[in-house]
């Protein structure tokens, strides 16, 4: 019995963990970064680890790392909607569920590749 219950236990946490970074999340839109950088609404947060995104900077953007994201998430503006600058759709769903639970607003995301920088076009960009 003992071990039916765990091994029950470890089944949702595989399934828990899967779903927690894999599956997308809903409610957050590719947004292109040159067209409202002007808002000042607006809080560019850079998820990306240092070593990319100090090769590849967004402008006026907060720079913490995914990694550093729980301990330095009190830094970022509460009162402003936020864009977050991610390398990958594996980054996007994590950082998303992550704020959303300190109530942080996201309004958007910006994929940004390591080997161009730009936006990826609509049917490669990964649609939340």
């Known amino acids: 019995m003992l ?7 470890t ?4 399934i828990n963990s899967i779903f927690y970074r894999f599956f997308p999340v809903k ?6 970064i040159k ?3 002007s808002n000042h609404n607006l809080t560019f947060l850079d ?3 240092y070593v990319v995104s100090s090769n590849d900077s967004v402008n006026n ?5 995914y990694a550093y994201l ?3 998430y009190r830094k970022i503006n509460q009162r402003k ?5 991610v390398s990958d759709p594996l980054l996007l769903n994590v950082s998303v569920r992550f704020l959303r639970r300190k109530n942080i607003k996201i309004e958007g995301y910006y994929l940004k590749t390591e080997n161009n920088g730009n936006l990826l076009s609509r049917k490669t960009c990964f649609e939340a």
């Open 81 to 85: 909607g936020v864009i977050l600058v």
């Open 70 to 72: 729980k301990r330095y």
């Open 35 to 37: 067209k409202i950088h």
């Open 3 to 9: 071990l039916l219950i765990i091994t029950i236990l």
């Open 61 to 65: 953007a907060v720079n913490i790392p």
């Open 11 to 14: 089944v949702f946490l595989v």
């Open 27 to 32: 409610g957050v839109c590719c947004m292109d």
């Open 47 to 49: 998820v990306r680890d």
